[in-house]
């Protein structure tokens, strides 16, 4: 007869608890990913990272500000997020150098 804790699935094996994440390294990827979906996000005139995208959905504006004066406007898509907007800026920017 085989052992309980040989074939039960609940029980993890030492290989396998190897590969496990440990839970502040996890917590350190959840923190760059919300950061990286909200900001700030670097400014394409000063290169510092204070470039803040504001979404007004009641206007249907959105406008990205940098604390060194720069300002643009961007067209509303309900479906974008703000790193969405920031990519957007870029590829305008990209686009007319």
Not at 9 to 30: F, N, Y
Not at 67 to 96: H, R, T, W
Request: net charge positive.
């Amino acid at each position: 007869m085989i052992p309980k804790h040989t074939w039960d699935s609940t029980i993890m094996s030492p290989r396998k608890a190897r590969h496990q994440v440990p839970e502040w390294v996890a917590q350190s990827i959840r923190d760059k990913r919300k950061k990286l979906l909200h900001g700030p996000y670097d400014c394409p005139k000063c290169k510092m990272n204070k470039l803040r995208i504001q979404v007004n959905k009641e206007r249907k504006e959105v406008i990205a500000i940098c604390s060194c004066g720069v300002e643009y406007s961007l067209k509303y898509i309900p479906a974008f997020e703000a790193i969405d907007y920031y990519n957007k800026l870029m590829d305008q920017i990209n686009k007319k150098k």
